[in-house]
Nanobody, 121 residues
Framework: QVQLVESGGGLVQPGGSLRLSCAAS????????MGWYRQALGKERELVAT???????NYADSVKDRFTISRDNAKNTVYLQMNSLKPEDTAVYYC???????????????WGKGLLVTVSS
């Protein structure tokens, strides 16, 4: 089973920046898409950003031009750079690997434990 280890969350003032990291203990990142989700208090979990194996990215409208998702396959790691943070970005952020087929079996989905990001003055 894929193990996802998240880091980089915390408390930041509005307008500040944080970088979230999600690392796996194997080379899975080179062959599957990755994504970040978030869930605010009292809200449903929503997709924040995705990145394909070829580096094609997609973002929720609420974070476009502020967040950047990237991946480093050599380190089995996906990142979410968050700039110009707003109070409404406050949420628990989850690293995600969708279900995929490797040619012989199905795997996933996999989720990180969740990382709290608080944007407040």
């Amino acid at each position: 089973q894929v193990q996802l280890v998240e880091s980089g969350g915390g408390l930041v003032q509005p307008g500040g920046s944080l970088r979230l990291s999600c690392a796996a203990s194997n080379s899975i990142f080179s062959t599957v898409a990755m994504g970040w989700y978030r869930q605010a208090l009292g809200k449903e979990r929503e997709l924040v950003a995705t990145i394909t194996t070829d580096g094609v990215t997609n973002y929720a409208d609420s974070v476009k031009d502020r967040f950047t998702i990237s991946r480093d396959n050599a380190k089995n790691t996906v990142y979410l750079q968050m700039n110009s943070l707003k109070p409404e970005d406050t949420a628990v952020y989850y690293c995600h690997v969708p279900r995929w087929y490797d040619g012989s079996a199905w795997w996933g989905p996999y989720w990180g434990k969740g990382l709290l990001v608080t944007v407040s003055s």
